[in-house]
T-cell receptor, first 114, second 114 residues
Framework: RKEVEQDPGPFNVPEGATVAFNCTYS??????FFWYRQDCRKEPKLLMS???SGNEDGRFTAQLNRASQYISLLIRDSKLSDSATYLC???????????????FGSGTRLQVQP | NAGVTQTPKFQVLKTGQSMTLQCAQD?????MSWYRQDPGMGLRLIHY???????DQGEVPNGYNVSRSTTEDFPLRLLSAAPSQTSVYFC?????????????FGPGTRLTVT
């Protein structure tokens, strides 16, 4: 079982639509949560962190449900420029090292159509 | 700031050849890491470093070596290339491995091993 699971999609939506992605994680000791965006053949870039209380950045809203171990991303009023792959990322403590590392989901592809 | 730079952008190797993927950052970040990205797998951590002179293994370290002699540079060495190492390699850096810090990725190196 993957540590971070995402529906690979693609999600094909028209411009202006609202779309939501979920991500589940298996490590209950996970500490921090993020959504990264990756454009085709480019590097991942941080979209937003996910806080326990939920957070919003413009058209994007992220939610965390620790009890059910899932994270969500809601995109309102989709734009053509939102077409990309969205990576769910979880930061966890690496054993006894005290160091932290990231686990990446394999991503959900979004295609916004005119 | 150039951010995180990687060279080369593309490379084709024959099985058994060795090579070094270069990574440099000019943000004075402590934490640097190497990932590989394969279709359907998400990014997987190969090696990481929490500062000059300190490196450690990630999830998939076999067949790769790293060193960190300066804060800026973190090269990845493929000892004897195998077709299973065909992948896209990303170098990343962040201020620290602590919970809140964003990872900045380089543009990636696309490696094909024949």
């Amino acid at each position: 079982r993957k540590e971070v699971e995402q529906d690979p999609g693609p999600f094909n939506v028209p411009e202006g639509a609202t779309v939501a992605f979920n991500c589940t994680y298996s490590n209950s000791a996970s500490q921090s949560f993020f959504w990264y965006r990756q454009d085709c053949r480019k590097e991942p870039k941080l979209l937003m962190s996910v806080y326990s209380s939920g957070n919003e950045d413009g058209r994007f809203t992220a939610q965390l449900n620790r009890a059910s171990q899932y994270i969500s991303l809601l995109i309102r009023d989709s734009k053509l420029s939102d077409s990309a792959t969205y990576l769910c990322v979880v930061r966890y403590l690496m054993g006894d090292t005290g160091r932290r590392a990231l686990t990446f989901g394999s991503g959900t592809r979004l295609q916004v159509q005119p | 700031n150039a951010g995180v730079t990687q060279t080369p952008k593309f490379q084709v190797l024959k099985t058994g050849q060795s090579m070094t993927l270069q990574c440099a950052q000019d943000m004075n970040h402590e934490y640097m890491s190497w990932y590989r990205q394969d279709p359907g797998m998400g990014l997987r951590l190969i090696h990481y470093s929490v500062g000059a002179g300190i490196t450690d293994q990630g999830e998939v370290p076999n067949g790769y070596n790293v060193s960190r002699s300066t804060t800026e540079d973190f090269p990845l060495r493929l000892l004897s290339a195998a077709p299973s190492q065909t992948s896209v390699y990303f170098c990343a850096s962040s201020y620290s491995s602590g919970a809140a810090y964003e990872q900045y990725f380089g543009p990636g190196t696309r490696l094909t091993v024949t």
